[in-house]
């Protein structure tokens, strides 16, 4: 019953900040992307067809249809968005219950009524469908763990490949544990050193290049590109896609872009990308209201890091499953600092991830009452 009533005063709530953001004032703090989206989706809705696309262009197509069919008042819209937070916030409570964590509800609210949620995800926004999409996905890949039902992995990767339809970095995501999956899950005890190690390397080679293949094919596909300039290691179309991304005015924009000029670059620079897109801003660059918020969320990621840090070390329970979610937040995190020059940008594409800070956190209150008790 406390559980339902988390749930109603939550979407209540959500509703609420969709109504300011459609009919009162914009919230977002996103304005060009959403902004961007609706203007093109009536676009597509007036004279569009369907076309094969990914990445923003099928968001476009997808909002497009949706105006065409239905309605252009964006907090109709917007319920879509509601929607898919809820969803998000039921298979997160599905991750606890089977890492055992009690006492769900008020975690479920945390990831609900999130600040930046409630601005940025009560709007037209991809955000929502991207935090589901991982959400499902990462829940059917820890039930596989658990039960090794293969109907789990089989349905988590499906998942992830229809979230890749929605953002270039989710198939890129998408690919990657696909390798990590042909190497994660063994039976071997001197599995490095085995053969078993070395066929599975060509399986992973072999997907990695029938995957790029199968995109170069359809490189005519709009949305394409940035994804197959990611797997290709099209060195100069990565680049201009950092310097333009490093080289707008903007307030919150960090000198951290990934440096694809070389393959020891990308190394190099790598640390650092991700160093700025977790910790920014750092305290001397707080100069606004806004600028303390996102320093408490970074603040938020190393506790939550911290909390990940001391039940992986101290106990052999659930260590199989957090180092999948850690895999999971780790892959995410890689490939959003890569194309991240702007910590308010990475304000948002973090909430993707923050709920597997709450279930670290989580995990580790319970690790920590268990002990009280004893």
């Known amino acids: 019953m406390k559980k339902l009533a988390i749930y109603i005063f939550s979407i209540l709530v959500l509703e609420v900040f969709a109504f300011i953001n459609a009919y009162v004032?914009?919230?977002?703090?996103?304005?060009?992307?959403a902004e961007r989206f609706m203007v093109l989706a009536e676009q597509w809705a007036q004279s569009g067809s369907l076309e094969i696309v990914v990445d923003s262009e099928f968001y476009i197509?997808?909002?497009?249809?949706?105006?065409?069919?239905?309605?252009?008042?964006?907090?109709i819209l917007s319920q879509i968005s509601v929607l898919y937070i809820v969803l998000s916030a039921v298979f997160v409570d599905k991750i606890l219950k089977l890492l055992t964590v009690k006492n769900t509800e008020w975690?479920?609210?945390?990831?609900?009524?999130?600040?930046?949620?409630?601005?940025?995800?009560?709007?037209?926004?991809?955000?929502?469908?991207l935090i589901a999409a991982l959400c499902a996905f990462t829940y059917y890949l820890l039930r596989y763990s658990k039960t090794r039902d293969i109907n789990a992995l089989f349905t988590a990767l499906i998942i992830i490949f229809m979230g890749a339809f929605f953002h270039k970095a989710y198939a890129v995501f998408a690919v990657g544990f696909l390798v990590f999956t042909v190497f994660a899950f063994r039976t071997e005890t001197n599995f490095y050193t085995s053969k078993l190690f070395v066929y599975k390397g060509v399986v992973s080679f072999f997907i990695v290049v029938s995957v790029v293949f199968?995109?170069?094919?359809?490189?005519?596909?709009k949305g394409l590109q940035p994804l197959i300039a990611s797997l290709?290691?099209?060195?100069?179309?990565?680049?201009?896609?950092?310097?333009?991304?490093?080289?707008?005015?903007?307030?919150?924009?960090y000198d951290?872009?990934?440096?694809?000029?070389?393959?020891?670059?990308?190394?190099?620079?790598?640390?650092?990308?991700?160093?700025?897109?977790?910790?920014?801003?750092?305290a001397w660059d707080v100069t606004k209201a806004i600028d303390i918020y996102a320093f408490l969320e970074s603040q938020f990621r190393i506790i939550g890091l911290?909390?990940?840090?001391?039940?992986?070390?101290?106990?052999?329970?659930?260590?199989?499953?957090?180092?999948?979610?850690?895999?999971?937040?780790?892959?995410?995190?890689?490939?959003?600092?890569?194309?991240?020059?702007?910590y308010g940008t990475a304000s948002r594409?973090?909430?993707?991830?923050?709920?597997?800070?709450?279930?670290f956190i989580a995990e580790f209150l319970r690790r920590t009452k268990l002990v009280w008790r004893k």
């Open 25 to 33: 004032v914009n919230l977002k703090g996103a304005s060009v992307d």
């Open 61 to 75: 197509q997808f909002l497009g249809i949706l105006i065409r069919y239905l309605t252009a008042d964006e907090f």
């Open 107 to 129: 975690y479920l609210l945390l990831i609900m009524l999130w600040p930046s949620m409630l601005t940025r995800g009560t709007t037209t926004m991809r955000e929502p469908i």
């Open 214 to 221: 199968v995109l170069t094919s359809l490189s005519s596909v």
């Open 232 to 253: 290709t290691g099209d060195q100069e179309y990565l680049q201009q896609v950092v310097d333009y991304k490093s080289g707008r005015d903007f307030r919150t924009t």
């Open 256 to 282: 951290a872009g990934l440096d694809f000029s070389s393959v020891w670059a990308i190394s190099y620079s790598l640390p650092k990308s991700v160093l700025f897109y977790i910790y920014k801003p750092f």
């Open 306 to 342: 911290y909390c990940f840090w001391r039940i992986y070390k101290k106990t052999n329970e659930n260590k199989k499953e957090l180092l999948l979610l850690a895999a999971v937040l780790g892959l995410m995190t890689l490939i959003w600092a890569a194309g991240t020059s702007n």
């Open 349 to 359: 594409h973090h909430l993707t991830t923050n709920w597997i800070y709450i279930v």
